[in-house]
């Protein structure tokens, strides 16, 4: 069975400051790793994902993850935050196409 | 281009009342996934279609539930008797291919309150 946790329900942070948002994993298997992101009244978006390869993922909007395999980790990360960045944040494991998802990181971007 | 659309996007029904929810998915796209989200939670799986045939339902909560996709292309997800605790917010994805390296491609989401 997988799961996935995400360490923290809410980051507040101030603009232009770094950020991180956690997520661990657990499965028995290879893994497929995902970060959404979800704006108020929108659909869940693609940032990132991580199939095989270079641990270090970049995705869109500036944001990059890294697989850390002996930490079951995927942490997202963006080096500087925009006020546009506040949303909630979700990391997820694809298994037969199915996505396992944690609960959520809802990240506020403060002026 | 045209996204993963879904109707309607709030649905408010008395309990006891049948519901259905649909999904259009990217045109082409062979995979078509539903979920729940709970308020304050990640969404969770509840059944996964490639093209026509329904291949996994083994997140739906109870026989009430029952999804189809007869085409290949628009399904339908019906709720029987609703209650309560189907209050949520239902997702709709798809992705072009089968497999688990694919993206899923997500629609707005119904949001059904059941009274």
């Known amino acids: 069975a997988q799961s996935v946790t995400q360490l923290d329900s809410q980051v507040p942070v101030f603009e232009e400051a770094p950020v991180e948002l956690r997520c661990n994993y657990s499965?028995?298997?290879?893994?497929?790793l995902f970060w959404y992101v979800q704006y108020p009244n929108q659909g869940l978006q693609l940032l990132l994902k991580y199939l095989s390869g270079s641990t270090l993922v970049k995705g869109i909007n500036g944001f990059e993850a890294e697989f850390n395999k002996s930490q079951t980790s995927f942490h997202l990360r963006k080096p500087s935050v925009h006020i546009s960045d506040t949303a909630e944040y979700f990391c997820?494991?694809?298994?037969?196409?199915?996505?396992?998802f944690g609960q959520g990181t809802i990240l506020t971007v403060h002026p | 281009g045209a996204g993963v659309s879904q109707s309607p996007r709030y649905k408010v029904a008395k309990r006891g009342q049948d519901v259905a929810l649909r999904c259009d998915p990217i045109?082409?796209?062979?995979?078509l996934f539903w979920y729940q989200q709970a308020l304050g939670q990640g969404p969770e799986f509840l059944t996964y279609?490639?093209?026509?045939?329904?291949?996994?339902k083994s997140g739906l909560p109870s026989d009430r539930f029952f999804a189809e996709r007869p085409e290949g292309s628009v399904s339908t997800l019906k709720i029987q008797r609703t209650q309560q605790e189907d209050s949520a917010v239902y997702l709709c994805a798809s992705s072009l291919v089968a497999g688990s390296t694919d993206t899923q491609y997500f629609g707005p989401g119904t949001r059904l309150t059941v009274l």
């Open positions: 045109s082409g796209h062979v995979s």
């Open positions: 997820a494991v694809s298994r037969g196409g199915k996505l396992t």
């Open positions: 279609f490639q093209n026509e045939a329904q291949l996994d």
């Open positions: 499965s028995s298997v290879s893994v497929y």
